[in-house]
């Protein structure tokens, strides 16, 4: 099973793109990589999925390098309302249990 | 609105005591999943749940326990086996595994210890 490995917390500025890094070096073959947002006292909600290269929709980019060891989740142009923990969730595509949510990275987002 | 429905936000617990924490969906999902989430951690798996009349323990399942007689509902029981319940209880559902489809979170239960 791919254990995640994310920076504990990050700051930026309103404006500022910002990149968040997720590490997995263990990483199989059938693993997806899932980026979700989480707000304090809420449940998580999704924002990107990726198996390989990148991923964009309408609130981020996801970059997975060829070897696929680590992903990061790009949020162009952060507001205020971007603070919030994001999560890095590696998962097996055909099984309901093989999969490792990771602690999280605190984003904060200064005026 | 489709969406997953968690109560109560709140409960509290006595010790000795089962309490059942309730989770409804209409998003007509098959998958179910209950996460434990303690502060500064992230989520684990105690239950899920594939299809209706039918569930597998989790990463952590020791002193939980639940039932899915209906595709909508799956509710979670922290029984007085579990000697440290205090924590976010998050209930999610997908249309497949968590790798294969998005899951949709409800907005948790926080659960301590009277």
């Known amino acids: 099973l791919a254990k995640t490995t994310q920076p504990i917390s990050m700051d930026s500025y309103e404006g500022q793109e910002v990149n968040i890094t997720c590490s997995h070096n263990?990483?199989?073959?059938?693993?997806?990589i899932t980026w979700y947002q989480q707000f304090p006292s809420q449940g998580p909600r999704f924002i990107i999925q990726?198996?390989?290269t990148k991923v964009t929709n309408e609130v981020a980019s996801l970059f997975i390098p060829a070897d696929r060891k680590s992903s990061t989740l790009s949020l162009p142009r952060v507001s205020l309302s971007d603070t919030a923990v994001y999560y890095c969730l590696v998962g097996d595509e055909y099984n309901f249990n093989k999969f490792y949510f990771g602690s999280g990275t605190k984003l904060n987002v200064k005026p | 609105d489709g969406g997953i429905t968690q109560s109560p936000k709140y409960l509290f617990r006595k010790e000795g005591q089962n309490v059942t924490l309730s989770c409804e969906q209409n998003?007509?999902?098959?998958?179910m999943y209950w996460y434990r989430q303690d502060p500064g951690q992230g989520l684990r798996l105690i239950y899920y749940?594939?299809?209706?009349?039918?569930?597998q323990k989790g990463d952590i399942a020791e002193g939980y326990s639940v039932s899915r007689e209906k595709k909508e509902s799956f509710p979670l029981t922290v029984t007085s086996a579990q000697k440290n319940p205090t924590a976010f209880y998050l209930c999610a559902s997908s249309s497949g595994t968590v790798s294969s489809q998005p899951q949709h979170f409800g907005d948790g239960t926080r659960l301590s210890i009277l």
């Open positions: 263990n990483i199989a073959t059938n693993d997806y």
């Open positions: 990726g198996y390989k």
């Open positions: 749940s594939q299809i209706v009349n039918d569930f």
């Open positions: 998003l007509n999902h098959d998958a």
